[in-house]
């Protein structure tokens, strides 16, 4: 078996950490997102995030002097 890795605990893995030499292992470093589809769902929660920011905001009612 082997391993492949795009995230690590700690990232990025120090120097001369042991996974680094070992025959089975791939590391890429935090890029496996980077593809058309990743970026394209990622991007894609942009504007429904915008359009909620830029709705009005809830009126609540003032307090009153001398109340909480």
């Given amino acids: 078996g082997g391993v492949g890795l795009d995230?690590?605990?700690?990232?990025?893995?120090?120097?001369?950490?042991?996974?680094?030499?070992?025959?089975?292992?791939?590391?890429?470093?935090?890029?496996?997102?980077?593809?058309?589809t990743g970026l394209r769902n990622m991007f894609g929660v942009v504007d429904p995030v915008l359009s909620a920011l830029e709705l009005p905001r809830p009126r609540y009612p003032e307090p009153r002097v001398g109340q909480p």
């Fill in 7 to 36: 995230v690590t605990n700690p990232e990025p893995l120090p120097r001369g950490h042991p996974l680094f030499a070992h025959p089975q292992s791939v590391i890429t470093p935090h890029v496996a997102a980077r593809t058309y």
